[in-house]
């Protein structure tokens, strides 16, 4: 007999990139990592941290990363909550925000547009959490009725990435501020924003106490900006009573001393890791200027990733859908890249962003295979 709840019982799991163990030299470019290494500041943070930091529980509200993270953001202590990555947040929002008993009642939980970030799904069927699904607009913009259907369907929280995964498009500040303005006093509206140090733009002004908002929610995270995947530190800036509620669900101890002082380390120095924001963006113009003028579709982006359509012609056989035949040959000559084929999504490629040395890589591969 199985012991577990059905909705877990029921429930597939979040399918991550793959993971390829090191031994074969793999260029890897399929889950939107920094192909640059962690700042100086940070790895010196992670030598440094004295033996007695491990020795006692570290500060439960990470104090210091809170103060840092203020400050550089320009908003108050209470309006900050670090987490044991972003996907910590995105899981305590559920379980503070949406209603336990949406399950039978249909009303409290958590709405999504559609393509998106399919974690978001997995966690809220992890907590029981109906899902209102609601799709983009082709370009991947929001459709005007969004906040008229999230509000007749009852929902919690609405839970955006911006810039968009896995587009790469950014909606525009004035357009979420109408999305959060409609939905305040009945839903939260959480902003994934775990891309936007490659973005023209923030959120930040609508979680200003001046914005008149107290229903927004932000995500960052280390894990693409600052080079600092492997480290899980994720962090949430919303207004203040946002904050007090999570605050109160959270693991006591949710991040560890060794993160905490990495982290502080990174955003005291975010002009260091910037340099490397730079490098990518001007590798993305260059990856989408090279790839239109070999036939490929390039979508807009904001973030590390492009997503594209490669002619149809490169699959070389009218019946095998062309950006399946880019991802499987380019997988066999160890370069992998994310290959996606369900609704809003059909048979493309999101690449990552590498260094100029990966990227060229990945040019000169389908130069090959455009000429076989
Ligand atoms: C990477 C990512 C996150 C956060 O990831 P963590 O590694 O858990 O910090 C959140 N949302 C999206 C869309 C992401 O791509």
């Not at 029921?10 to 890897?28: D, M």
């Not at 990856?287 to 997503?307: A, C, D, Y």
């Not at 493309?348 to 455009?370: F, H, M, S």
Request: proline share 7%; hydrophobic share 40%.
């Amino acid at each position: 007999m199985p012991y577990e709840r059905a909705n877990i019982q029921n429930l597939s799991a979040y399918t991550p990139g793959e993971q390829p163990q090191s031994g074969e030299r793999i260029i890897k470019l399929n889950t939107n990592e920094n192909p640059y290494p962690p700042i100086a500041p940070v790895m010196e943070a992670i030598r440094n941290l004295p033996g007695e930091s491990l020795r006692k529980y570290p500060s439960p509200a990470a104090m210091n990363f809170r103060k840092t993270a203020a400050h550089v953001h320009g908003v108050g202590i209470d309006q900050i909550i670090a987490t044991n990555g972003g996907d910590e947040l995105l899981r305590l929002a559920i379980s503070v925000f949406c209603d336990p008993s949406a399950a039978t009642t249909g009303v409290g939980g958590i709405g999504v547009v559609e393509p998106s970030y399919s974690l978001y799904p997995v966690l809220a069927a992890a907590h029981d959490t109906p899902v209102t699904r609601v799709p983009l607009n082709a370009d991947y913009s929001l459709p005007d009725d969004l906040e008229k259907r999230m509000l007749d369907a009852g929902v919690a929280m609405v839970m955006l990435v911006n810039p968009h995964a896995p587009s790469g498009a950014l909606i525009p500040l004035s357009r979420l501020d109408k999305l959060a303005s409609a939905l305040q006093g009945q839903a939260v509206l959480l902003i994934d924003e775990a891309y936007v140090d490659f973005a023209t733009h923030d959120c930040l002004p609508l979680v200003r106490k001046e914005s008149g908002l107290d229903n927004v929610l932000l995500l960052r995270t280390m894990s693409k900006g600052y080079s600092l995947a492997g480290l899980r530190f994720g962090y949430g800036i919303g207004s203040a009573n946002l904050i007090a509620a999570m605050d109160k669900a959270r693991d006591s101890y949710n991040t560890d001393a060794l993160s905490q002082a990495a982290a502080t380390a990174a955003v005291a120095n975010r002009a260091l890791a910037a340099e490397s924001w730079k490098k990518v963006i001007a590798e993305r113009s260059r990856m989408t200027k090279e790839l239109t003028k070999r036939g490929w579709h390039v979508f807009p982006s904001q973030t590390n990733f492009i997503l594209t359509v490669p002619p149809t012609a490169l699959s070389g056989d009218a019946k095998v859908p062309a950006a399946r035949t880019i991802y499987e040959s380019l997988k066999a000559r160890n370069i992998l890249v994310r290959y996606f084929d369900h609704e809003g999504l059909r048979d493309k490629l999101r690449i990552t962003i590498g260094t100029p040395e990966e990227n060229d890589a990945v040019l000169g591969a389908l130069d090959q295979l455009a000429t076989k």
